[in-house]
């Protein structure tokens, strides 16, 4: 049976960005979220309960994870620590709640995902190169496609049918990855709230079984909303200007 699933990362507590990635997916069958829900952002509340009360399934990001005081800000960038501590005072105990229940890996019949890598998921590590994506390709085992996020760069890695062979595309402006059946794949949709591939645009995938293809997508939103609501609330400047460059 055909199902199409709508994949998003790294929302960062930008509702307005969320909201319009939300209406590009209304007519997917399912939505799941690769993590860091919050974090940088002016509304991390409003995000969770998005996600929250649409039921999404949803992995841990580390953002989420500092929020809930199980990852230490210490390894932090001084922007982010301070987002990060503004938004643990700011978490209601639902959100709270939701957050430390976030599994670090989930799997379904269609594919897995994880927020940062396969091979040291509670760390936290990036995938930023064919030797990163080479030691999650090892943990994928008869997983042939993983979703994840936390760079922020719309990109795809595959491993052929010779396990030494990794390619790698980055798709800023959006793209198709066709899969084929003898390969493995590892997939970033980009972020919703905070792209840093040079695209300002919001970030996010659609995943179609049937036709084994994954459309990597951008979409418009109004980040100067966002950008007003940060600076009002006396969030960094360096994390609203991003906003408008995509890095």
């Known amino acids: 049976m055909r199902v199409r699933v709508g994949i998003i990362s790294d929302i960062h507590g930008n509702v307005e960005a969320l909201d319009a990635v939300m209406m590009e997916l209304r007519d997917v ?3 799941y979220c690769l993590g860091d829900v919050v974090g940088y952002g002016p509304n991390p509340n409003e995000c969770c309960d998005i996600i929250r009360e649409r039921k999404i399934p949803t992995v841990l990001g580390n953002h989420d994870a500092g929020a809930i005081g199980s990852l230490s800000l210490e390894w932090f960038n001084p922007p982010a620590r301070i987002a990060a501590q503004w938004t643990a005072d700011r978490l209601t ?25 396969l091979n040291d998921p509670e760390r936290f590590g990036y995938i930023k190169s064919i030797w990163d994506a080479r030691e999650s390709f090892a943990e994928m085992g008869s997983d042939t496609l993983c979703f994840l996020g936390h760079t922020h760069i719309a990109e795809y890695f595959r491993q052929g049918s010779r396990l030494l062979q990794v390619d790698h595309l980055a798709l800023p402006e959006g793209g198709r990855v066709a899969k084929n059946s003898d390969s493995f794949y590892i997939v970033n949709c980009g972020s919703v709230g905070q792209p840093r591939d040079g695209n300002p645009m919001a970030g996010f995938g659609i995943y179609d079984t049937d036709s084994s293809t994954i459309d990597l997508l951008r979409v418009e939103y109004p980040f ?15 994390l609203q200007h991003r906003l408008e460059i995509g890095q």
Request: charged share 25%; aromatic share 4%; with cysteine.
């Open 93 to 117: 105990a639902r959100n709270r709640f939701f957050l430390q229940n976030l599994p670090l890996i989930r799997k379904t019949e269609h594919l897995c995902m994880v927020h940062g890598s």
């Open 29 to 31: 069958d399912a939505i």
């Open 224 to 238: 100067r909303v966002t950008q007003s609501k940060m600076r009002d609330l006396g969030l960094p400047t360096s």
